[in-house]
């Protein structure tokens, strides 16, 4: 290697210009006056004895006390260890930096394409850490366990999370009992395979699938409206079909959906029961963050309002919207991407249920 090139790398290993010249020149004289050295690696007088402390320190030369200070470069072992741990050092940061450069921002309104779902996996948890409202889960019992403490962390700031594990599950730490004390919203199962999939806040979409291993990749949206279909395969694909595990409060009715309210609360609802509610979600037109909290007093299907008694998802497709009556008066409120109503509902809780019979 050329002496530029090395000076290049030792300076990229930590030396200074001053540091890296004067150790070569020791290289090359061997015990040497410091100030001879200085003369010829071009260094001034006044900073060589500094220079030459420093790198005393730090293992790369020894100095001789005679009529004037010598120094001669020390046994290598210690500087080629740290040379080499640099050069490792560097080489990872490089694949590093490189695998960050290709991850997309996830918080950006756009559709990226990625090679790995380990780049999905690693933005899901990011986004997660980071959830106000809500997270949607879906995965297999590994991705389930890699991501439990980021989806626990959230739920136990105040995060609805509803988790949906796929697969059948050997992991003796997913189950009833081990998720007994878990701040987790809901947890369900079911044996079937399905894809990772996660919403948080409704805003970001993560997919990636867990089979054609060969095939790898992932899709993230950024988009609220774009969300919705990921939303949508989260609840009829994983989470309506599978079976409860887990849920943190008995006495709580919790839905990030309003379809799934709607599809539950209409068949109480036509019966005669009263439903109190509490929504948060967005004013559509402020955007606002919004809660109210009143009796259910109709529920809206389709353009014409149709009065479903128990509607099918495939009804619940289309628009859907209830109202709640307040003490400020009746609040509309639609579901995903509502415009016409004067809330987005993002949560929506059950306060109580009144049986029929009562006045």
Do not use: C
Request: aromatic share 6%; charged share 30%.
């Amino acid at each position: 290697m050329e002496t530029d090139r090395l000076r290049e790398a030792l300076e990229r290993a930590g030396l200074t210009e001053y540091q890296a010249a004067v150790y070569l020149g020791l290289l090359d004289q061997g015990t040497a006056p410091v100030v001879d050295v200085a003369e010829q690696a071009g260094v001034p007088t006044s900073q060589v004895y500094d220079v030459v402390r420093t790198l005393e320190d730090r293992g790369f030369v020894e100095t001789v006390e005679r009529d004037r200070l010598h120094a001669r470069a020390d046994e290598p072992g210690d500087v080629l260890e740290e040379l080499r741990s640099t050069g490792e050092l560097l080489a990872t940061a490089a694949d590093e930096i490189e695998d960050r450069w290709e991850r997309p921002d996830p918080s950006e309104h756009r559709v990226s394409v990625v090679k790995r779902q380990r780049t999905v996996i690693d933005n899901a948890r990011a986004a997660i850490e980071e959830a106000t409202v809500s997270v949607e889960f879906a995965g297999n019992p590994d991705q389930f366990g890699e991501l439990r403490s980021a989806l626990e962390t959230a739920a136990e700031r105040g995060v609805v999370v509803h988790v949906s594990i796929n697969g059948p599950i050997t992991d003796t730490n997913i189950s009833a009992e081990s998720l007994a004390d878990s701040a987790i919203t809901e947890v369900r199962h079911s044996e079937s395979p399905g894809s990772f999939l996660t919403v948080v806040d409704r805003r970001q979409g993560f997919l990636s699938p867990n089979v054609h291993g060969k095939d790898e990749y992932g899709i993230q949206v950024g988009d609220d409206l774009l969300t919705f279909f990921f939303h949508w395969a989260f609840l009829t694909t994983g989470w309506v079909p599978a079976e409860r595990l887990h849920v943190a409060d008995e006495d709580e009715t919790v839905y990030v959906s309003i379809e799934e309210f709607v599809r539950h609360a209409a068949v109480l609802w036509r019966e005669g029961a009263g439903l109190t509610v509490t929504v948060t979600g967005r004013d559509t037109e402020t955007g606002e963050t919004v809660t109210v909290n009143g009796e259910l007093t109709d529920i809206r299907l389709g353009d014409g309002n149709a009065s479903v008694i128990n509607p099918t998802y495939d009804v619940l497709g289309g628009t859907v919207a209830i109202v709640v009556a307040t003490e400020a008066g009746e609040t509309d409120i639609g579901g995903w991407g509502a415009v016409e109503e004067d809330i987005e509902a993002e949560i929506v809780r059950v306060e109580s249920v009144r049986s029929p019979d009562v006045a």
